[in-house]
Protein backbone atom coordinates (compact mmCIF):
# COMPACT_ATOMS: atom_id res chain seq x y z
CA UNK A 1 0.00 0.00 0.00
CA UNK A 2 1.26 3.47 -0.80
CA UNK A 3 1.36 5.75 1.91
CA UNK A 4 0.41 8.91 -0.22
CA UNK A 5 -3.11 7.19 -0.63
CA UNK A 6 -3.83 7.14 2.73
CA UNK A 7 -2.96 11.06 2.92
CA UNK A 8 -4.65 12.35 0.21
CA UNK A 9 -8.39 10.16 1.26
CA UNK A 10 -7.65 11.74 4.92
CA UNK A 11 -7.50 14.96 3.47
CA UNK A 12 -10.59 14.75 0.82
CA UNK A 13 -12.74 13.46 3.58
CA UNK A 14 -12.08 17.01 5.47
CA UNK A 15 -14.08 18.31 2.38
CA UNK A 16 -11.50 20.90 0.79
CA UNK A 17 -12.84 19.75 -2.42
CA UNK A 18 -16.61 19.93 -1.98
CA UNK A 19 -16.95 23.49 -3.16
CA UNK A 20 -17.09 25.36 -6.43
CA UNK A 21 -14.77 28.26 -5.57
CA UNK A 22 -12.39 25.91 -4.57
CA UNK A 23 -12.22 23.62 -7.85
CA UNK A 24 -12.31 27.10 -9.85
CA UNK A 25 -9.33 28.38 -8.29
CA UNK A 26 -7.53 25.11 -8.61
CA UNK A 27 -8.10 24.83 -11.87
CA UNK A 28 -6.86 28.42 -12.72
CA UNK A 29 -4.03 27.55 -11.12
CA UNK A 30 -3.14 24.92 -13.38
CA UNK A 31 -3.52 27.20 -16.12
CA UNK A 32 -0.98 29.04 -14.40
CA UNK A 33 1.32 26.31 -14.00
CA UNK A 34 1.03 25.81 -17.62
CA UNK A 35 2.25 29.23 -18.05
CA UNK A 36 5.44 29.47 -15.81
CA UNK A 37 6.65 25.92 -16.86
CA UNK A 38 5.59 26.46 -20.94
CA UNK A 39 9.47 26.55 -21.89
CA UNK A 40 10.90 23.83 -19.29
CA UNK A 41 8.30 21.37 -20.81
CA UNK A 42 8.86 22.44 -24.20
CA UNK A 43 12.67 21.59 -23.54
CA UNK A 44 11.97 18.15 -22.09
CA UNK A 45 9.55 17.56 -24.97
CA UNK A 46 12.20 17.90 -27.29
CA UNK A 47 15.32 16.03 -25.67
CA UNK A 48 12.78 13.20 -24.40
CA UNK A 49 10.64 12.65 -28.17
CA UNK A 50 12.91 15.53 -30.18
CA UNK A 51 9.18 17.33 -30.35
CA UNK A 52 9.33 20.83 -32.39
CA UNK A 53 7.46 23.29 -30.38
CA UNK A 54 4.98 24.07 -32.77
CA UNK A 55 3.77 20.10 -32.30
CA UNK A 56 4.74 20.13 -28.79
CA UNK A 57 2.34 23.55 -28.17
CA UNK A 58 -0.03 22.03 -29.92
CA UNK A 59 -0.72 18.92 -28.81
CA UNK A 60 -0.21 19.22 -25.59
CA UNK A 61 0.01 22.79 -23.38
CA UNK A 62 -2.83 24.14 -26.04
CA UNK A 63 -5.00 20.67 -25.81
CA UNK A 64 -4.54 21.28 -21.99
CA UNK A 65 -5.47 25.24 -21.80
CA UNK A 66 -8.80 24.31 -24.08
CA UNK A 67 -10.04 21.95 -21.69
CA UNK A 68 -9.40 24.08 -18.42
CA UNK A 69 -10.98 26.71 -20.57
CA UNK A 70 -14.70 24.55 -21.52
CA UNK A 71 -14.57 23.23 -17.53
CA UNK A 72 -14.44 26.66 -16.47
CA UNK A 73 -17.28 27.87 -18.49
CA UNK A 74 -19.47 24.99 -17.30
CA UNK A 75 -18.55 23.64 -14.09
CA UNK A 76 -20.67 25.51 -12.14
CA UNK A 77 -23.97 24.08 -13.94
CA UNK A 78 -22.34 20.47 -14.34
CA UNK A 79 -21.71 20.53 -10.02
CA UNK A 80 -25.41 21.42 -9.72
CA UNK A 81 -28.23 18.59 -8.99
CA UNK A 82 -29.98 17.74 -11.41
CA UNK A 83 -33.80 17.37 -11.18
CA UNK A 84 -35.44 14.51 -13.26
CA UNK A 85 -39.10 13.48 -13.79
CA UNK A 86 -40.62 10.43 -11.64
CA UNK A 87 -43.43 8.11 -12.56
CA UNK A 88 -46.91 8.14 -11.34
CA UNK A 89 -46.04 6.34 -8.37
CA UNK A 90 -43.85 8.83 -6.85
CA UNK A 91 -46.52 11.42 -6.82
CA UNK A 92 -45.39 13.99 -4.33
CA UNK A 93 -41.57 13.35 -4.37
CA UNK A 94 -38.49 15.22 -6.04
CA UNK A 95 -36.01 13.46 -7.41
CA UNK A 96 -32.52 14.82 -8.02
CA UNK A 97 -28.97 13.33 -9.65
CA UNK A 98 -26.33 14.74 -6.94
CA UNK A 99 -22.39 14.97 -8.63
CA UNK A 100 -20.50 13.41 -5.70
CA UNK A 101 -16.52 13.13 -6.49
CA UNK A 102 -14.92 9.95 -6.10
CA UNK A 103 -12.48 10.92 -3.87
CA UNK A 104 -8.98 9.77 -4.50
CA UNK A 105 -8.08 9.46 -8.30
CA UNK A 106 -4.70 7.20 -9.54
CA UNK A 107 -3.98 9.11 -13.31
CA UNK A 108 -1.45 6.44 -15.07
CA UNK A 109 -0.27 7.93 -18.43
CA UNK A 110 2.04 6.68 -21.20
CA UNK A 111 4.88 8.20 -22.76
CA UNK A 112 3.95 9.62 -26.68
CA UNK A 113 2.20 12.83 -25.62
CA UNK A 114 3.51 12.75 -21.85
CA UNK A 115 2.22 15.81 -20.57
CA UNK A 116 -1.09 16.02 -22.40
CA UNK A 117 -2.00 12.34 -21.02
CA UNK A 118 -1.08 13.17 -17.59
CA UNK A 119 -2.67 16.21 -17.44
CA UNK A 120 -6.09 16.00 -19.32
CA UNK A 121 -7.78 13.86 -17.19
CA UNK A 122 -6.83 15.69 -13.99
CA UNK A 123 -8.51 18.42 -15.27
CA UNK A 124 -11.56 16.47 -15.20
CA UNK A 125 -10.55 14.39 -11.72
CA UNK A 126 -9.94 18.18 -10.67
CA UNK A 127 -13.35 19.89 -11.34
CA UNK A 128 -15.46 16.83 -9.85
CA UNK A 129 -13.61 16.92 -6.77
CA UNK A 130 -11.08 14.36 -6.33
CA UNK A 131 -7.97 14.27 -5.10
CA UNK A 132 -5.09 12.91 -7.31
CA UNK A 133 -2.26 11.19 -7.62
CA UNK A 134 -0.50 11.25 -10.93
CA UNK A 135 1.75 8.70 -12.32
CA UNK A 136 3.84 9.48 -15.49
CA UNK A 137 6.07 7.09 -17.49
CA UNK A 138 8.91 6.33 -16.79
CA UNK A 139 10.25 6.38 -20.53
CA UNK A 140 10.28 9.88 -20.93
CA UNK A 141 12.25 10.78 -17.62
CA UNK A 142 12.61 14.65 -18.17
CA UNK A 143 9.29 15.21 -19.28
CA UNK A 144 8.29 13.33 -15.97
CA UNK A 145 10.73 15.13 -13.83
CA UNK A 146 9.41 18.61 -14.89
CA UNK A 147 5.86 17.62 -14.33
CA UNK A 148 6.70 16.38 -11.10
CA UNK A 149 8.71 19.46 -10.01
CA UNK A 150 5.59 21.91 -11.37
CA UNK A 151 3.05 19.90 -9.81
CA UNK A 152 4.81 20.05 -6.43
CA UNK A 153 5.36 23.92 -6.72
CA UNK A 154 1.59 25.06 -7.46
CA UNK A 155 -0.02 21.99 -5.77
CA UNK A 156 0.14 20.55 -2.19
CA UNK A 157 1.17 16.73 -2.14
CA UNK A 158 -2.49 15.54 0.08
CA UNK A 159 -3.85 17.32 -3.00
CA UNK A 160 -2.26 16.82 -5.89
CA UNK A 161 0.65 14.42 -6.28
CA UNK A 162 3.22 12.84 -8.52
CA UNK A 163 5.07 9.38 -7.80
CA UNK A 164 7.66 8.43 -9.95
CA UNK A 165 8.74 5.15 -11.71
CA UNK A 166 7.78 1.72 -13.52
CA UNK A 167 5.79 -1.10 -12.60
CA UNK A 168 6.78 -2.30 -9.34
CA UNK A 169 5.98 1.53 -7.99
CA UNK A 170 2.10 1.47 -10.14
CA UNK A 171 1.60 -1.95 -8.65
CA UNK A 172 2.24 -0.60 -5.22
CA UNK A 173 -0.47 2.14 -5.85
CA UNK A 174 -2.88 -0.06 -7.81
CA UNK A 175 -2.81 -2.29 -4.39
CA UNK A 176 -3.98 0.43 -2.14
CA UNK A 177 -7.34 1.65 -1.33
CA UNK A 178 -7.99 3.92 -4.36
CA UNK A 179 -11.21 5.55 -4.97
CA UNK A 180 -10.76 5.35 -9.18
CA UNK A 181 -8.22 4.70 -11.73
CA UNK A 182 -7.83 6.48 -15.41
CA UNK A 183 -5.41 4.10 -17.04
CA UNK A 184 -3.61 5.33 -20.51
CA UNK A 185 -1.92 3.09 -22.20
CA UNK A 186 -1.52 -0.49 -24.27
CA UNK A 187 -3.78 -3.10 -24.15
CA UNK A 188 -1.56 -5.67 -22.38
CA UNK A 189 -0.89 -3.35 -19.46
CA UNK A 190 -4.78 -2.81 -19.53
CA UNK A 191 -5.05 -6.28 -18.72
CA UNK A 192 -3.29 -5.90 -15.86
CA UNK A 193 -4.49 -2.95 -14.10
CA UNK A 194 -7.94 -4.03 -14.57
CA UNK A 195 -6.93 -7.33 -12.87
CA UNK A 196 -4.97 -5.10 -10.41
CA UNK A 197 -7.88 -2.49 -9.75
CA UNK A 198 -10.42 -5.54 -9.13
CA UNK A 199 -9.10 -7.11 -6.18
CA UNK A 200 -10.67 -4.00 -4.23
CA UNK A 201 -13.19 -3.18 -7.14
CA UNK A 202 -11.85 0.11 -8.30
CA UNK A 203 -13.43 1.70 -10.86
CA UNK A 204 -11.44 2.02 -14.03
CA UNK A 205 -11.70 3.91 -17.15
CA UNK A 206 -8.75 2.20 -19.63
CA UNK A 207 -7.71 4.31 -22.31
CA UNK A 208 -6.10 1.71 -24.92
CA UNK A 209 -5.08 1.55 -28.91
CA UNK A 210 -5.45 -0.24 -31.06
CA UNK A 211 -5.07 -1.12 -35.26
CA UNK A 212 -7.11 1.93 -36.37
CA UNK A 213 -7.86 1.84 -40.23
CA UNK A 214 -8.27 4.86 -42.48
CA UNK A 215 -10.25 3.82 -45.65
CA UNK A 216 -10.20 5.29 -48.60
CA UNK A 217 -13.53 4.96 -50.95
CA UNK A 218 -13.35 5.02 -54.75
CA UNK A 219 -15.38 8.54 -54.66
CA UNK A 220 -12.86 9.97 -52.35
CA UNK A 221 -11.19 13.71 -52.35
CA UNK A 222 -7.84 11.82 -52.96
CA UNK A 223 -5.95 14.87 -52.57
CA UNK A 224 -7.38 15.95 -48.79
CA UNK A 225 -7.67 11.80 -48.20
CA UNK A 226 -3.94 11.79 -48.92
CA UNK A 227 -2.84 14.94 -46.88
CA UNK A 228 -5.10 14.39 -44.12
CA UNK A 229 -3.72 10.58 -43.82
CA UNK A 230 0.07 11.73 -43.71
CA UNK A 231 -0.64 14.13 -41.12
CA UNK A 232 -2.42 11.63 -38.96
CA UNK A 233 -0.16 9.14 -39.10
CA UNK A 234 3.14 10.58 -39.62
CA UNK A 235 2.47 13.28 -36.61
CA UNK A 236 4.63 12.45 -33.62
CA UNK A 237 6.17 10.04 -36.05
CA UNK A 238 3.09 7.97 -35.98
CA UNK A 239 3.43 7.30 -32.01
CA UNK A 240 -0.14 8.47 -31.16
CA UNK A 241 -3.01 5.96 -29.85
CA UNK A 242 -5.37 7.36 -32.96
CA UNK A 243 -3.16 7.51 -35.70
CA UNK A 244 -4.10 5.83 -38.90
CA UNK A 245 -2.72 2.40 -38.13
CA UNK A 246 -3.03 0.88 -42.02
CA UNK A 247 -3.96 2.29 -45.08
CA UNK A 248 -7.88 0.40 -46.84
CA UNK A 249 -8.02 1.76 -50.49
CA UNK A 250 -10.28 0.82 -53.00
CA UNK A 251 -7.96 -1.15 -56.05
CA UNK A 252 -9.29 1.42 -58.57
CA UNK A 253 -7.72 4.25 -56.18
CA UNK A 254 -5.00 2.82 -55.23
CA UNK A 255 -1.85 3.86 -57.20
CA UNK A 256 -3.11 7.53 -57.57
CA UNK A 257 -3.43 8.09 -53.86
CA UNK A 258 -0.46 6.14 -52.95
CA UNK A 259 1.56 8.86 -55.66
CA UNK A 260 -0.23 11.72 -53.67
CA UNK A 261 0.49 10.33 -50.16
CA UNK A 262 4.70 10.10 -51.03
CA UNK A 263 4.23 14.08 -52.64
CA UNK A 264 3.03 15.30 -49.29
CA UNK A 265 5.06 13.27 -47.24
CA UNK A 266 7.96 15.23 -49.45
CA UNK A 267 5.68 18.61 -48.76
CA UNK A 268 5.63 18.02 -45.03
CA UNK A 269 9.08 16.24 -43.87
CA UNK A 270 11.53 17.06 -46.99
CA UNK A 271 13.76 14.84 -49.09
CA UNK A 272 15.47 13.77 -46.28
CA UNK A 273 13.23 13.70 -43.82
CA UNK A 274 15.56 11.66 -40.85
CA UNK A 275 17.50 15.33 -41.81
CA UNK A 276 14.57 17.28 -40.86
CA UNK A 277 15.19 18.84 -37.43
CA UNK A 278 11.76 19.19 -36.04
CA UNK A 279 10.91 14.64 -37.08
CA UNK A 280 9.99 13.08 -34.03
CA UNK A 281 12.15 10.50 -33.22
CA UNK A 282 11.33 6.65 -31.61
CA UNK A 283 10.91 6.83 -27.71
CA UNK A 284 13.64 4.04 -26.90
CA UNK A 285 15.72 1.73 -28.59
CA UNK A 286 13.29 -1.85 -27.71
CA UNK A 287 10.23 0.25 -29.68
CA UNK A 288 13.03 1.24 -32.39
CA UNK A 289 13.74 -1.93 -33.12
CA UNK A 290 10.29 -3.48 -32.84
CA UNK A 291 9.10 -0.88 -35.41
CA UNK A 292 12.19 -1.52 -37.75
CA UNK A 293 11.07 -5.13 -38.24
CA UNK A 294 7.95 -4.42 -39.73
CA UNK A 295 9.86 -3.22 -42.61
CA UNK A 296 10.22 -6.72 -43.88
CA UNK A 297 6.38 -7.01 -43.70
CA UNK A 298 6.20 -5.57 -47.38
CA UNK A 299 7.65 -3.95 -50.18
CA UNK A 300 9.09 -0.46 -49.51
CA UNK A 301 7.27 2.29 -51.85
CA UNK A 302 8.18 5.59 -49.47
CA UNK A 303 10.75 5.64 -47.38
CA UNK A 304 12.30 2.79 -45.29
CA UNK A 305 15.49 4.71 -44.57
CA UNK A 306 16.59 4.20 -40.76
CA UNK A 307 19.19 6.17 -38.36
CA UNK A 308 19.47 3.85 -35.13
CA UNK A 309 21.92 6.40 -33.29
CA UNK A 310 19.15 8.95 -33.27
CA UNK A 311 16.21 6.24 -33.14
CA UNK A 312 14.59 7.69 -36.24
CA UNK A 313 12.72 6.18 -39.24
CA UNK A 314 11.58 7.66 -42.42
CA UNK A 315 7.72 7.84 -43.08
CA UNK A 316 7.27 4.78 -45.06
CA UNK A 317 4.92 3.09 -47.34
CA UNK A 318 4.19 -0.46 -47.34
CA UNK A 319 3.00 -2.13 -50.41
CA UNK A 320 2.10 -5.73 -50.91
CA UNK A 321 1.26 -6.56 -46.97
CA UNK A 322 -0.76 -9.86 -46.07
CA UNK A 323 -3.50 -10.00 -43.53
CA UNK A 324 -1.35 -12.45 -41.57
CA UNK A 325 1.80 -10.39 -41.71
CA UNK A 326 3.53 -9.33 -38.68
CA UNK A 327 3.02 -5.44 -39.37
CA UNK A 328 -0.62 -6.35 -39.12
CA UNK A 329 -1.22 -8.30 -35.72
CA UNK A 330 -0.25 -5.87 -33.46
CA UNK A 331 -0.71 -1.97 -33.39
CA UNK A 332 2.34 -0.37 -35.17
CA UNK A 333 2.70 2.79 -33.23
CA UNK A 334 5.13 4.07 -35.19
CA UNK A 335 5.67 5.98 -39.02
CA UNK A 336 5.16 3.05 -40.87
CA UNK A 337 1.69 2.72 -43.38
CA UNK A 338 1.13 -0.66 -44.56
CA UNK A 339 -1.44 -0.83 -47.48
CA UNK A 340 -4.09 -3.31 -48.39
CA UNK A 341 -6.44 -2.69 -51.10
CA UNK A 342 -10.57 -3.95 -51.37
CA UNK A 343 -12.76 -4.55 -54.03
CA UNK A 344 -16.34 -3.24 -52.10
CA UNK A 345 -17.44 -1.73 -48.62
CA UNK A 346 -18.83 -5.30 -48.24
CA UNK A 347 -15.23 -6.57 -47.88
CA UNK A 348 -14.10 -3.55 -45.86
CA UNK A 349 -16.78 -4.23 -43.32
CA UNK A 350 -16.27 -7.79 -43.13
CA UNK A 351 -12.20 -7.37 -42.43
CA UNK A 352 -12.25 -4.95 -40.12
CA UNK A 353 -15.42 -6.06 -37.70
CA UNK A 354 -13.51 -9.37 -37.88
CA UNK A 355 -10.56 -7.95 -35.67
CA UNK A 356 -10.38 -6.84 -32.72
CA UNK A 357 -12.42 -2.87 -32.01
CA UNK A 358 -10.37 0.02 -33.06
CA UNK A 359 -9.97 2.70 -31.11
CA UNK A 360 -10.00 5.08 -34.45
CA UNK A 361 -11.55 4.42 -37.83
CA UNK A 362 -11.47 7.18 -40.42
CA UNK A 363 -13.54 7.02 -43.88
CA UNK A 364 -13.02 8.82 -46.76
CA UNK A 365 -15.34 9.34 -49.05
CA UNK A 366 -18.24 11.34 -51.01
CA UNK A 367 -21.57 9.53 -50.68
CA UNK A 368 -23.21 9.79 -47.21
CA UNK A 369 -25.40 6.62 -47.35
CA UNK A 370 -21.96 4.91 -47.38
CA UNK A 371 -20.08 6.97 -44.29
CA UNK A 372 -23.41 6.45 -42.90
CA UNK A 373 -23.12 2.53 -43.39
CA UNK A 374 -19.46 2.28 -42.27
CA UNK A 375 -20.69 4.27 -39.37
CA UNK A 376 -23.30 2.20 -38.11
CA UNK A 377 -21.52 -1.30 -39.56
CA UNK A 378 -18.30 -1.16 -37.99
CA UNK A 379 -17.92 -1.06 -34.26
CA UNK A 380 -15.03 1.65 -32.92
CA UNK A 381 -14.70 4.44 -30.41
CA UNK A 382 -14.57 7.26 -32.65
CA UNK A 383 -13.24 8.53 -35.50
CA UNK A 384 -14.08 10.77 -38.80
CA UNK A 385 -15.52 11.36 -42.04
CA UNK A 386 -13.00 12.80 -44.35
CA UNK A 387 -9.87 13.55 -42.16
CA UNK A 388 -7.97 11.86 -39.08
CA UNK A 389 -7.36 12.71 -35.54
CA UNK A 390 -9.72 16.11 -35.65
CA UNK A 391 -12.54 14.03 -33.14
CA UNK A 392 -10.26 14.40 -30.47
CA UNK A 393 -9.76 18.22 -29.99
CA UNK A 394 -13.39 18.78 -29.72
CA UNK A 395 -14.19 19.02 -26.42
CA UNK A 396 -18.08 18.81 -27.18
CA UNK A 397 -17.16 14.94 -28.34
CA UNK A 398 -16.40 12.11 -25.83
CA UNK A 399 -13.10 10.12 -26.37
CA UNK A 400 -12.29 6.78 -25.66
CA UNK A 401 -12.48 2.97 -27.03
CA UNK A 402 -14.90 0.31 -27.24
CA UNK A 403 -13.92 -3.25 -26.69
CA UNK A 404 -10.06 -3.77 -26.72
CA UNK A 405 -9.79 -0.55 -27.52
CA UNK A 406 -10.58 1.02 -23.73
CA UNK A 407 -13.41 1.38 -21.57
CA UNK A 408 -15.19 4.60 -20.91
CA UNK A 409 -14.47 7.95 -21.93
CA UNK A 410 -13.42 11.80 -21.33
CA UNK A 411 -12.67 15.28 -22.56
CA UNK A 412 -15.12 17.81 -21.43
CA UNK A 413 -18.24 17.50 -19.38
CA UNK A 414 -17.62 13.63 -19.92
CA UNK A 415 -14.43 13.65 -18.45
CA UNK A 416 -16.49 15.67 -14.79
CA UNK A 417 -19.14 12.69 -15.70
CA UNK A 418 -15.85 9.95 -15.21
CA UNK A 419 -14.70 11.27 -12.42
CA UNK A 420 -18.27 11.78 -10.74
CA UNK A 421 -20.56 9.01 -8.99
CA UNK A 422 -24.34 10.03 -10.14
CA UNK A 423 -25.91 9.49 -6.78
CA UNK A 424 -29.67 9.10 -7.21
CA UNK A 425 -31.57 10.63 -4.07
CA UNK A 426 -35.75 10.73 -4.13
CA UNK A 427 -37.10 13.30 -1.59
CA UNK A 428 -39.76 12.04 -0.57
CA UNK A 429 -43.10 13.59 0.30
CA UNK A 430 -44.46 13.37 4.40
CA UNK A 431 -47.57 15.02 3.80
CA UNK A 432 -49.47 11.84 2.29
CA UNK A 433 -48.65 8.28 1.63
CA UNK A 434 -49.45 5.60 -0.85
CA UNK A 435 -50.43 2.52 0.58
CA UNK A 436 -50.39 0.44 -2.55
CA UNK A 437 -46.85 -0.88 -2.23
CA UNK A 438 -47.24 -1.48 1.79
CA UNK A 439 -48.38 -5.96 2.30
CA UNK A 440 -51.93 -5.89 3.03
CA UNK A 441 -53.15 -2.21 2.47
CA UNK A 442 -55.93 -1.17 0.03
CA UNK A 443 -55.04 1.33 -2.95
CA UNK A 444 -55.35 4.88 -3.06
CA UNK A 445 -53.37 8.04 -1.06
CA UNK A 446 -54.11 8.04 2.80
CA UNK A 447 -53.54 11.84 4.56
CA UNK A 448 -51.27 11.50 7.33
P1 LIG B 1 2.24 1.05 -21.52
O1 LIG B 1 0.99 0.30 -21.33
O2 LIG B 1 3.51 0.31 -21.71
O3 LIG B 1 2.52 2.01 -20.25
C1 LIG B 1 1.54 2.92 -19.76
C2 LIG B 1 1.79 3.17 -18.28
O4 LIG B 1 1.64 1.94 -17.57
C3 LIG B 1 3.16 3.73 -17.93
O5 LIG B 1 3.03 4.72 -16.95
C4 LIG B 1 3.91 2.52 -17.38
O6 LIG B 1 4.84 2.86 -16.38
C5 LIG B 1 2.79 1.70 -16.76
N1 LIG B 1 3.08 0.25 -16.83
C6 LIG B 1 3.77 -0.41 -17.77
N2 LIG B 1 3.78 -1.74 -17.52
C7 LIG B 1 3.09 -1.92 -16.38
C8 LIG B 1 2.71 -3.06 -15.60
N3 LIG B 1 3.11 -4.29 -15.94
N4 LIG B 1 1.98 -2.87 -14.49
C9 LIG B 1 1.57 -1.63 -14.13
N5 LIG B 1 1.87 -0.52 -14.83
C10 LIG B 1 2.62 -0.65 -15.93
O7 LIG B 1 1.96 2.06 -22.72
P2 LIG B 1 2.97 3.07 -23.41
O8 LIG B 1 3.98 2.31 -24.17
O9 LIG B 1 3.43 4.08 -22.42
O10 LIG B 1 1.98 3.84 -24.41
C11 LIG B 1 1.65 3.33 -25.68
C12 LIG B 1 0.30 2.67 -25.69
O11 LIG B 1 -0.67 3.53 -25.13
C13 LIG B 1 -0.20 2.39 -27.10
O12 LIG B 1 -0.83 1.14 -27.12
C14 LIG B 1 -1.22 3.48 -27.36
O13 LIG B 1 -2.21 3.16 -28.30
C15 LIG B 1 -1.78 3.68 -26.00
N6 LIG B 1 -2.33 5.02 -25.87
C16 LIG B 1 -3.67 5.18 -25.77
C17 LIG B 1 -4.21 6.45 -25.69
C18 LIG B 1 -5.68 6.69 -25.57
O14 LIG B 1 -6.05 7.81 -25.26
N7 LIG B 1 -6.52 5.71 -25.80
C19 LIG B 1 -3.35 7.55 -25.69
C20 LIG B 1 -2.00 7.34 -25.79
C21 LIG B 1 -1.48 6.07 -25.87
Redesign the pocket.
Known amino acids: MHPIVDQQKAWFQEGHTSNYEFRKDQLERMRKMLDTFEKPILDALKFDLNKSEYEAYASEIAFLKSEIRHHLKDLKKWMQPHKVKAPLTHTGSKNYIYKEPYGTVLV ?6 PVQ ?1 ALAPVIGAIAAGNTVII ?5 TPTVSWVIKKMVEQYFSPEYIAVIE ?3 EV ?2 QL ?1 DSPLDYIF ?8 K ?2 MEQASKRLIPVTL ?4 KSPSIVHKDANLELAAKRIVWGKFTNAGQ ?3 APDYLFVHHEVKEELLRKIDEYITKFYGEEPLENPDYVKVVNDQHFQRISDYLKSGTILTGGQVDEERRKIEPTILDCVAWEAPVMQD ?1 I ?1 GPILPVLSYESLDEVIHQVNNRPKP ?1 ALYYFGEKEADQERIIESIGFGGGCINDTLYHIINPHLP ?3 VGE ?2 IGQYHGKSSFDTFTHHKSITKQTTKFDQNFRYPGSELGFKII
Do not use: H, Q
Open positions: IAPWNYLKPSELGDKTKTFTGSVPVGIIELGGTCIEFLFGGSG
